[in-house]
């Protein structure tokens, strides 16, 4: 091909090349808060806005084309913010909703004030937007994006959106952190906006309508959520595929319709994690499932329900705080035992100190069902408490109080020494009240070293910054030390690089503790640490309790197995109908004529 | 790897074909008798999406007119249809494709006026000729002096409607309805509100309606509470054709007036009875008597079982216009096309006798049609 | 202004509202997923209604059993390709509101395909034109018929999931698919039989409405596609009560926007009634709080 043909082949398609890098920067920008597992159709409109700002700045003040798009960038991250203030407390399909909603008001606004040109348009807008200004912007967005996977913040994103419930009660704030995503997304649609209405001349009302909004996310769906790449290549194919069916001996018309719902049809069916997914398929283990698993509901207390019940274990695992999927035992230490760093603070509290936990009468109500209806409970540091009731005693229900998930109905929590009574679960957590899950609740689609970064996040300072630089930087470094350390501790240091759902159920389980305490508790929940393990293995559970509460945090076990919460706790609580029926030591508990009652006399205490 | 370097490569490859290998062109060239000027043209018209239902009408005159000039033997046309799907980015990709890669001389199209603000600088640009049959926006011409348009604008016909209506209604005061979300009926509003300014027409009301409204009941009980005169009436043939029946239905027998929207064969056929008395201001007189206008109409219900509408006259018109051209210029180039278009004189086409303005814009007499017994006829 | 007429208008706009909502809100009640694809159903039932009393010269009624039948098998189809196989996926939710859009967009390009983008119309006569006066308003006979429709297809429906086998399955399915799994239920076919009724439903009030504005086309339902959202989301999603009021509620506020305040802003009340509503109280008017285990 001469240099001339391929100088008429470059003026032909820089148009399609200049939008491909439009859309792509369109698609990163869903793409943020798909990350958090939010889906915002409002992307639309706030690209809308940064064209409509970036466009009237430069044809009424003539201001050069940087500065205007700029302030198109600012203008679009602040509707995002205050948009996001409004809508974020809604999830799923009603956040997507609300977020249309926006749009279609943004639409009327614009064909009503006289300034925008409403049907006709604003033009003609100077077209100064070059393809290498593009692709450069692109560039440098696919770059940060790269970056920020690895960084505090990126990790707090995926947290939300594998576990939104789980990455709280690790002290992530949701609505913070969501709306952070919501900005900086608001802005790169900003951009996107600026640069395309410098590109095309003239915008109008319709190019950032319902249409529109749907294509940026078909964009993001059809490349793949589950890394920056995928709303690249989606924006890429998406773009490309109609001048691709221009050659195809066909009368132009409707088949184009038909070809891109076929592919999205075939992506969503078939490639659920889309096109990145194909490339992935060879490493790592594939994993079929899409990233974006939440269940709609208007309000956070519909994100709790129960998942269904995880699989007992098949064999079960035989060497407890053994990795099966290593084969290695941890390092013994003294008591054989996970050995955990000194920790001076901890030591510091006497044991007979003020309760940590006081709760006084506690109760939650669901409609007409008491769930809980009046129970009291102390904890102090360095004690094991534990929590006992027959099935559906309302002893899930009490950790999902205590750990903020569920605002109490009634009653008073106060955490040393704080009244903390109806604290959302991030801020719980901060203190330093830490729980696990009864059906294990790990972030699906992060590694196990990252899930126990996690785990540190919300005592780390952002480290985005250093990200960006390409270095780990000190804080980063260090808790990637202690990370692989408490691994170790646990025996999973071999696995550290493996998407944790890939891992076996006692080694699940493991990551989840391993996961808490790198949240450095104060108060340590454990939601049936036992289940399906067999007497020594949960035997082993108890003496990894008694280290914790010997270095002084505090432990409160709901379990089970009542033979483990005789012989490793200090105090037992009894509930029952969601109120307490009986406190004190295990040897009185267990002689308690109310407790026998509530268990049903023969029933095995021994499961 | 494997699966994404396979689809990235058959696209590679794909695309790689498709640069080398000859464009499809819809209608071969044309057997025209020897010495005929041989001519290809590019044409980006919006076959699928919003404006799907006015593409399509044009394409047909397309190729129809295609047609009847390569018959006749002088200028031997190959028209290349890109469909723009409404959207700005694909009419510009369209563009670059037909101008870089297919070598047309010249460009009828697009559809719609925003896209035109897109794509025309463009051609401009690359100093390709383009002839718009359906723009009517202000300011298209006025892109470059390579751009061109056979359709007349609604400045160019509302004024003299509503002069015209005026006298015969004596109209004092009138209430308007228009679409506001599209550019077409938008600018149809503005002219008609000078209009009636300038003939001392007072507005009583106005009201707006979406794109794809299909109720309209709310806005016209309003209007029709205020007893105005006469119902003006911003639209484009679909909603003006509900419009105008549920006027009727709510019981309004005053005259209602509209634009070129309503110029089309579906508003009688789908408003029926409600349609009768209904005043239509347009660029092509559909009951022209002249014999080119009456073999177009024959042509196209024998072509498509079915009579034209405006949007196909002016896409045939125009068709006739650049074949004039190239004639006149006695070679296919882009140059000598745009400038021999500019001294299209008085051409005898369906719209009527054609010449163009010193701007590029249309220039020939508008129609004031109004509908009697189920048929156009000219207001008298 | 002639309240009355507008009070009329506000009712029928509601109506049809309510009509395309009924179906919408059915299936995302049993089966907790929005169906985008709803409104290419609707679509496709008015083209049904159409070809019956065109092309094979049925009368009107036989129009609306062959749209009720045709939709229903439509819905199935849907289910089938578009949501059954995404059902034990944990993204269900988010992957169903694509593989609808994806359908959607491919029965409105068949219908393009087939019939192209012109407007078509019922043959003169189909529905008898009668118009009555009643209190000053001037009102179609269809436009009667239609209010009456919705009100019966609501009563039909709630009889229907309140009183029948059918709809105890309906219930159990919608309040835990596992549990009625276990009680006997066949999960999948309750499934089927929703899709098909709220398909069904959606073909119907298609038909109803291309008959009333007479007038078929291909994007006959994006006109109604945003505001039937905007409907089930103020009226409560998945509540059928809520479907039929907060039509009328929709339909009423719009008439009275453009009275009252101007057409300009009509869209932005419907919408920003959906704002506010979603913020004040996310659950609808009529929707249970979406609580089902703590």
Redesign the interface.
Same mark, same amino acid.
């Given at each position: 091909m001469s240099i001339e043909a391929l100088g008429r082949l470059w003026a032909t398609y820089e148009s399609v090349v200049q939008f491909v890098g439009l859309n792509a920067i369109l698609g990163l920008s869903i793409y943020i808060t798909l990350a958090a597992g939010q889906?915002s159709l409002g992307q639309a409109a706030l690209m809308g806005i940064g064209a409509y700002t970036g466009a009237l700045l430069t044809v009424t003040w003539g201001w050069p084309l940087p500065l205007s798009v700029l302030a198109g960038i600012l203008t679009a991250g602040l509707a995002a913010g205050a948009l996001g203030v409004?809508?974020l407390r809604?999830r799923?399909?009603?956040l997507?909703?609300?977020t249309?909603?926006?749009g279609?008001?943004f639409g009327?606004?614009v064909?009503?004030i006289p300034l925008t040109g409403g049907a006709e348009g604003l033009r003609p807008i100077p077209s100064e937007t070059t393809t290498w200004q593009i692709y450069l912007v692109l560039a440098l967005l696919a770059y940060g994006f790269w970056r920020f996977d690895g960084s505090t913040f990126g990790r707090s994103l995926f947290a939300l959106r594998d576990d939104e419930a789980a990455a709280s009660t690790l002290g992530i704030d949701p609505f913070r952190t969501n709306l952070i995503a919501f900005v900086a997304s608001g802005m790169v649609a900003g951009l996107a906006g600026g640069l395309s209405a410098h590109l095309t001349r003239i915008i109008t009302p319709r190019d950032f309508g319902?249409e529109s909004a749907?294509e940026i996310?078909?964009f993001a769906?059809v490349g793949g959520t589950t890394g920056f790449a995928g709303p690249i290549l989606g924006a890429a194919l998406m773009t490309v595929l109609p001048e691709v069916l221009r050659f195809l001996p066909l009368e132009p018309?409707?088949?184009n319709?038909?070809v891109?719902?076929?592919i999205?049809?075939l992506v969503?069916?078939f490639l659920?994690g889309g096109l990145i997914s194909l490339r992935r398929q060879g490493r790592a283990g594939s994993d079929p499932?899409?990233?974006?698993?939440?269940?709609?509901?208007?309000?956070r207390?519909?994100t709790?329900?129960?998942d269904?019940p995880t699989p007992l274990p098949t064999p079960l695992p035989t060497q407890p705080m053994t990795s099966p999927t290593t084969g290695r035992t941890p390092p013994p230490s003294p008591a054989g035992q996970p050995s955990l760093g000194p920790d001076p603070r901890r030591r510091s509290i006497p044991a007979n100190a003020m309760p940590l936990l006081e709760v006084r009468g506690l109760a939650?109500h669901?409609?007409g069902v008491r769930?809980v209806d009046g129970v009291d409970l102390d904890v102090r540091p360095g004690e094991i408490v534990g929590l006992i009731g027959p099935n559906g005693a309302g002893k899930?229900?009490v950790v999902?109080v205590l750990s903020g998930l569920?605002p109490p109905s009634g009653g008073s929590v106060r955490f040393g020494g704080i009244d903390v009574t109806g604290w959302p679960a991030h801020r719980m957590a901060r203190l330093g009240l830490i729980r696990t899950y009864q059906n294990i609740r790990l972030f699906a689609h992060l590694s196990v070293l990252d899930n126990v970064l996690v785990g540190m996040t919300s005592r780390l300072p952002p480290t985005l910054g250093w990200s960006l630089l390409g270095r780990a930087g000190p804080h980063e470094a260090a808790a990637r030390r202690r990370a692989l350390e408490l691994l170790a501790d646990v025996g999973l240091e071999g696995v550290a690089g493996r998407p944790a759902a890939a891992l076996a159920y006692g080694d699940r389980r493991r990551l989840e503790i391993a996961r808490a305490l790198a949240a450095e508790p104060r108060l340590l929940i454990l939601d049936e640490p036992a289940a399906g393990m067999a007497g020594p293995e949960a035997g082993r559970v108890g003496t990894l309790l008694r280290t914790l509460a010997d270095r002084g945090i505090a432990v409160l076990l709901i379990e089970h197995n009542v033979r483990l919460v005789m012989q490793t706790c200090d105090r037992v609580t009894v509930v029952n109908f969601g109120a307490r029926i009986a406190e004190g030591v295990p040897a009185d508990i267990a002689r308690d004529p109310s407790v026998i009652e509530a268990y049903l006399g023969p029933t095995s205490v021994d499961r | 790897m494997r699966h994404g370097s396979r689809l990235a490569f058959a696209a590679a490859v794909m695309l790689a074909v498709a640069a080398c290998s000859p464009s499809a062109a819809s209608s071969p060239p044309g057997g025209g008798a020897a010495g005929s000027i041989s001519a290809k043209i590019g044409a980006v018209l919006s076959l699928?999406k919003?404006a799907?239902?006015y593409?399509?009408s044009q394409k047909n005159g397309l190729e129809l007119a295609v047609k009847d000039v390569n018959a006749k033997g002088k200028v031997s046309i190959q028209l290349v249809i890109e469909d723009d799907a409404s959207d700005p980015q694909q009419g510009i990709t369209a563009f670059n494709k037909l101008i870089n890669q297919d070598n047309v001389v010249a460009i009828i199209g697009p559809t719609l006026s925003n896209t035109a603000a897109s794509t025309d600088p463009i051609a401009q640009q690359a100093g390709v000729p383009v002839l718009g049959v359906s723009n009517t926006a202000a300011g298209i011409t006025a892109i470059g002096n390579f751009i061109y348009r056979d359709s007349l604008t609604e400045g160019q016909v509302i004024p003299q409607t509503i002069k015209q209506a005026a006298a015969k209604y004596s109209l004092k005061n009138v209430a308007v309805i228009y679409g $506001?979300d599209d550019a077409f009926t938008k600018n149809g509003f503005d002219v008609f509100s000078k209009a009636l300014a300038a003939n001392n027409i007072s507005v009583v009301d106005t009201?707006?309606?979406?794109k794809?409204?299909?109720?309209f009941?709310?806005?016209l009980?309003?209007i029709?509470?205020l007893k105005p005169d006469a119902i003006v009436a911003s639209a484009l043939?679909?909603e003006g054709?509900?419009i105008v029946?549920?006027a009727r $239905?709510?019981?309004f027998t005053g005259p209602i007036i509209g634009g070129n929207g309503f110029n089309s064969p579906?508003v009688i056929?789908?408003g029926?009875p409600a349609a009768e008395g209904l005043v239509v201001g347009a660029a092509w007189n559909s009951a022209s008597a002249s014999p080119e206008n009456q073999a177009f109409l024959t042509a196209y219900q024998a072509a498509y079982g079915a009579p034209p509408d405006q949007f196909a006259a002016q896409a045939y018109s125009g068709v006739e216009i650049l074949a004039a051209a190239i004639e006149a210029a006695g070679k296919a180039e882009r140059d000598p096309i745009r400038v021999a278009l500019a001294t299209i004189k008085n051409l005898p086409v369906p719209l009527g006798s054609f010449s163009f303005t010193a701007d590029r814009d249309a220039d020939h007499p508008p129609v004031i049609q109004i509908v009697k017994n189920g048929k156009f006829q000219v207001l008298q | 202004?002639?309240i009355p007429?507008?009070l009329f208008?506000?009712l029928?706009?509601g109506s049809?509202y309510a009509l395309f909502a009924l179906g919408y809100t059915l299936v995302f009640g049993v089966l907790?997923v929005?169906n985008l694809a709803h409104a290419a159903v609707f679509t496709l039932g008015a083209f049904f209604g159409l070809v019956a009393v065109t092309t094979l010269g049925l009368p009107v009624w036989a129009g609306v059993l062959v749209a009720f039948v045709g939709g229903g098998c439509v819905g199935i189809l849907l289910d089938r390709?578009?949501f059954a196989?995404?059902r034990r996926?944990?993204?269900?939710?988010?992957?169903g509101?694509?593989?609808s859009?994806?359908?959607?967009?491919?029965f409105?390009?068949?219908v393009?395909?087939v019939f192209?983008?012109?407007?078509y119309?019922f043959p003169?006569g189909t529905f008898p034109d009668v118009?009555l006066e009643i209190a000053g308003a001037?009102i179609?006979l269809i436009q009667l018929v239609i209010v009456a429709v919705s009100v019966g297809l609501m009563g039909w429906l709630s009889w229907l999931v309140q009183r029948t086998r059918f709809g105890r399955s309906l219930r159990a399915v919608a309040e835990n698919p596992?549990a009625a799994a276990l009680l006997g239920i066949d999960v999948e076919r309750v499934n089927a039989q929703t899709f098909f009724l709220s398909s069904a439903l959606g073909a119907v009030a298609g038909v109803l409405?291309g008959l009333a504005?007479?007038?078929v086309?291909?994007?006959?339902g994006?006109?109604i596609?945003?505001k039937g959202?905007?409907v089930i989301?103020v009226g409560g999603?998945g509540s059928l009560v809520g479907a039929m009021v907060g039509g009328l509620i929709l339909g009423l506020t719009?008439?009275f926007a453009?009275?009252g305040i101007?057409?300009?802003?009509?869209?932005?009340i419907a919408?920003?009634l959906?704002?506010i509503i979603?913020?004040v109280r996310?659950?609808g008017l009529f929707?249970r709080?979406?609580?089902?285990?703590?």
């Open positions: 889906l409004v809508v809604l799923g399909v009603f997507a909703i609300a249309l909603g926006f279609a008001m009327i606004l064909l009503n319902f749907l996310l078909v769906i018309g409707a088949v319709l038909f891109s719902g076929a999205l049809l969503i069916l659920p499932r899409a990233s974006l698993g939440r269940r709609a509901g208007p309000d207390a519909a709790l329900h129960e269904p939650r669901f409609g769930a899930t229900t999902n569920v | 699928t919003g799907a239902v593409g399509t $506001q009201e707006t309606f979406s794809g409204d299909k109720n009941s709310a806005q009980t309003k029709i509470g043939a679909n054709t509900a029946s549920q $239905q709510l019981g579906a056929k789908n029926g | 202004m002639n007429q507008q208008n506000g029928f706009v049809i907790d929005l390709v578009a196989p995404l996926r944990p993204d269900t939710h988010f992957a509101l694509i593989s859009l994806a359908m959607a967009s491919l409105i390009a068949f393009q395909e192209g983008p012109q407007d119309v003169p118009a001037r179609q596992r409405l504005f007479n007038s086309a291909f994007d006959l994006a006109s596609e945003l959202l905007a989301v999603m719009e008439v453009v009275a101007g057409s300009t802003w009509r869209d932005a919408f920003g959906l704002f979603l913020i996310p659950r929707g709080p979406r609580l089902r285990r703590d």
